[in-house]
Each structure stands twice: as C-alpha cells, then as structure tokens.
C-alpha cells in the first residue's frame, strides 16, 4: 500500500474523505462526456444500483441525491402520519426529516451499551397517534432488530432504519439493511462509502421501490403522469460514476478501518478512565467510528480531553452532542419538557469520536492513542 509517512504536524481530523484513484475515474468521465447522459437513470445509476445490491446482499436500492432527501422520501413512501418514534442520539437530519413531512419526533432513551433505541422505552412511547419507529444504527452498531420488528408488529407500526452509518454492515442472516420496511443509507463524503453527497433507500419489494422510484423524480410514473408529490431526489452520473470506481476498494477500506480500531482497543485497554465502544456483535462490522467514552476517573474532563487532542492536532468529533431534542428548535415540541433522555444525556457528554479512516497510518493512531492516555504528556 502506498499510504506516505505521516507528518507530524499534519491536522487529524475525524475523517478524511476516500477517493477512488483519479486514473479509475477519468474512463467514467470519458464516457459521459461521450454520451452526454448526466442524470435520469442514467447507464452509471443502473450499474450502480444493481453493483450495490450484489454487494449489500439486498435486492431492491434506489439511489439518491443524499441520505437526507433518502429519509424524506422514505416517509412519505410509508405515508407516515401523527408521531414516530425515534432516538434523542443521532445526527440531527433524523429527526430533521420527520418535520419536514410534518411528523413529530417523539424522542425516547437508548440501551446504555450500544446506545440504539431500547424497545421497552419505544413500547411505553407508543400512543394512537403514533404511526411508525424511527431507529438509528448508532456507528454502524446494529439496533435491537428483534425488539424493534417485535413492538412494531404488535402495534401496527412501520419500521423505517435510520442505516447511514451501517454501509455492509451484516448480521447472521445477512444484510443489516434487509430489516424493517425501509433502511436509507448515506453516501455522504465522511461516510465509510461515498459518492461525494448521495444516498441510497433499500426497499423490501419491487413495488415499494418503484414507488419510491417515482418519488423521487416528482411522481412521474411515465411521461405524462404523475402519480404523487414526489420531489427531485435524483443521484447524478458523475456520482454514480464515482460510486462505482470507490466499491473497488471498499473491501480494502473497511479492512484497513478493522486494524485501526484493534490499535486503538489494545493502546487504550488500560488508560483508566476511557471506555472503549463495545466490540461489535455484527457478524460483519465496518468500523465506521471508534467512540471512546471519558469516564468519571478520568484526569480530564471530556471537554478538557477534547480541547487537549486539538492542541495535538487531533480533531475529534463530540458525536453526537448536544442530543437533538437539546437543540433549541426542538424544545417547541409539545411535551417535550416532560421527557428525559438520561443515558442518551450521559453519553452525549462522555463521547469523543477518534479519527478513523483508511488513510490514518498505525503510527498516527498510536500518536492519538498516547495523547489520550498521557494527557499531561508532549505527544
Ligand atoms: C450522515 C447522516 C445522515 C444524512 O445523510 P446525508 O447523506 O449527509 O444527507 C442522516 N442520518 C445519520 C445518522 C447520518 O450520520
């Protein structure tokens, strides 16, 4: 691998982007510039769409312009209505999605280990206005898939993933994604898969996909009808392009992610005070971040620990705090007052994601790994 020797004073971000290598690209571009399709299903949106189910292991994706416009459409496909059920510990298009169709978040705690929706506060949450479960598989780390189908089957609700962070992620009989009534992956840059911005829906049934299909280009179900409000939620060429060059190397990525996260485990095992995240129970995980939490015996503080990594030129990332229903908007919603979020609260106020991508060198994590366990230390 030609990965170059890390600079000392080089900033460590949480993430730096993956790209294909430019020669991979430039015969896609070729192409289009030969052909001029850029959009609307074009021959790279089919390739890719059908490239990603083989490789997902799932038989129905529609592709997106982002994992955001995937979660709008997501919603309206299901025709969702009143409240949905969802988690105070997510990235804030989550919950952003359900205002924009006019849903209500209704946030409830998470399981204190893998920090996803806990069914029995889901259960306690449910009301007759309550139309669907909206859960988030935190960091790639899947959600209580039984739980949840097992609530949502016995109340009559839809269950829609929130699977942004879980690109090939599986468990014992498969995909991840093939859970619920939808799961809507994010190709966003930071993401373990990218395609700069872009998103995609798994859908469980052609019917459904084709009504998501629709959706996603205004409605239209052939040249001159439509058929619902549908929006403009198209993945371009060039993304789809760009999607295909990245899947051959995914494989390598996620591989080089693995042992990044075994470096960090064993240099942190014994700094008192920092928890690692728990080993994934996935039978395939993508280690798409490396939470640690900063526990109360800790020299530091998590602020204090955070604001040390930067001085080092380590730029974490406080994922995810503050909670979503902490944002100020979100304490319009009615009721809102009368919930509490305590293990949602208490992570949100320990967590430091630690750079973790395919570029980051065993060397640089080690750097960050002493940093956190010597503080005090010049790293
Ligand atoms: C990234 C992300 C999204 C949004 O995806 P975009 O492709 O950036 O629109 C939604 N939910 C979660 C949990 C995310 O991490």
Same mark, same amino acid.
């Given at each position: 691998?030609?990965?170059?020797?890390?600079?000392?004073?080089?900033?460590?971000?949480?993430?730096?982007?993956?790209?294909?290598p430019l020669?991979?690209?430039?015969?896609?571009?070729?192409?289009?510039?030969?052909?001029?399709?850029?959009?609307?299903?074009?021959?790279?949106?089919e390739?890719l769409?059908a490239?990603?189910?083989?490789?997902?292991?799932?038989?129905?994706?529609?592709?997106?312009?982002?994992?955001t416009?995937?979660?709008?459409?997501?919603?309206?496909?299901?025709?969702?209505?009143?409240?949905?059920?969802?988690?105070?510990?997510s990235?804030?298009?989550?919950a952003?999605?359900?205002?924009?169709?006019?849903?209500?978040p209704?946030?409830?705690?998470?399981?204190?280990?893998?920090?996803?929706?806990d069914?029995?506060?889901?259960?306690?949450?449910?009301?007759?206005?309550?139309?669907?479960?909206?859960?988030?598989?935190v960091?790639?780390?899947?959600?209580?898939?039984?739980?949840?189908?097992?609530?949502a089957?016995?109340?009559?609700?839809?269950?829609?993933?929130?699977?942004?962070?879980?690109?090939?992620?599986?468990?014992e +009989?498969?995909?991840?994604?093939?859970h619920?009534?939808?799961?809507?992956l994010?190709?966003?840059?930071?993401?373990?898969?990218?395609?700069?911005?872009?998103?995609?829906?798994?859908?469980?049934?052609?019917?459904?996909?084709?009504?998501?299909?629709?959706?996603?280009?205004?409605?239209?179900?052939?040249?001159?009808?439509?058929?619902?409000?549908g929006?403009?939620?198209?993945?371009n060429?060039?993304?789809?392009?760009?999607?295909?060059?990245?899947?051959?190397?995914?494989?390598e990525?996620?591989?080089r992610?693995?042992?990044?996260?075994d470096?960090?485990?064993?240099?942190?095992?014994d700094?008192?005070?920092?928890?690692?995240?728990?080993?994934?129970?996935?039978?395939r995980?993508?280690?798409?971040?490396?939470?640690?939490?900063?526990?109360?015996?800790?020299?530091l503080?998590?602020d204090?620990l955070?604001?040390?990594?930067?001085?080092?030129?380590?730029?974490g990332?406080?994922?995810?705090y503050p909670?979503i229903?902490?944002?100020?908007?979100?304490?319009?919603?009615?009721?809102?007052?009368?919930?509490d979020?305590?293990?949602?609260?208490a992570a949100?106020?320990?967590?430091i994601?630690?750079?973790?991508?395919?570029?980051?060198?065993?060397?640089?994590?080690?750097?960050?790994?002493?940093?956190?366990?010597?503080?005090? +230390?010049?790293?």
């Open positions: 691998m030609d990965r170059k020797a890390p600079e000392q004073d080089e900033p460590l971000f949480v993430t730096r982007p993956q790209l294909p020669e991979e690209v430039m015969p896609y571009l070729e192409e289009i510039w030969r052909t001029h399709q850029l959009t609307n299903k074009g021959p790279f949106h390739q769409e490239a990603l189910c083989d490789y997902l292991g799932v038989e129905h994706i529609s592709l997106f312009a982002n994992g416009l995937g979660l709008v459409t997501a919603m309206q496909a299901l025709r969702l209505t009143g409240e949905v059920i969802t988690t105070p510990y990235f804030v298009a989550t952003n999605a359900l205002l924009w169709n006019d849903l209500t209704v946030f409830v705690d998470v399981d204190p280990v893998t920090l996803n929706l069914p029995a506060q889901v259960e306690a949450a449910i009301t007759p206005k309550t139309s669907a479960i909206l859960p988030v598989h960091y790639g780390q899947p959600a209580d898939v039984e739980g949840l189908q097992h609530i089957d016995l109340y009559g609700l839809r269950l829609i993933y929130d699977a942004a962070h879980c690109f090939g992620v599986e468990d +009989g498969g995909s991840i994604l093939r619920g009534d939808m799961s809507i994010s190709f966003h840059a930071t993401k373990v898969f990218n395609t700069f911005e872009g998103g995609a829906i798994v859908s469980p049934d052609a019917k459904t996909k084709q009504r998501v299909d629709y959706l996603k280009n205004f409605g239209f179900a052939n040249e001159t009808t439509v058929v619902a409000a929006i403009n939620a198209k993945m060429e060039f993304q789809a392009a760009i999607g295909l060059a990245q899947l051959q190397h995914i494989d990525a996620i591989a992610r693995a042992r990044l996260d470096i960090y485990r064993e240099a942190l095992a700094v008192k005070g920092i928890r690692c995240p728990p080993v994934s129970r996935a039978a995980y993508n280690h798409a971040y490396f939470p640690i939490f900063v526990e109360d015996d800790y020299p503080s998590r204090e955070y604001f040390r990594l930067r001085e080092n030129g380590i730029y990332r406080r994922y995810f909670l229903p902490e944002f100020p908007m979100y304490g319009n919603l009615p009721g809102i007052e009368n919930r979020w305590p293990i949602a609260h949100s106020e320990r967590v994601c630690l750079p973790m991508y395919p570029d980051l060198t065993d060397e640089q994590a080690r750097r960050i790994a002493m940093v956190c366990a010597e503080p005090g +230390g010049s790293a």
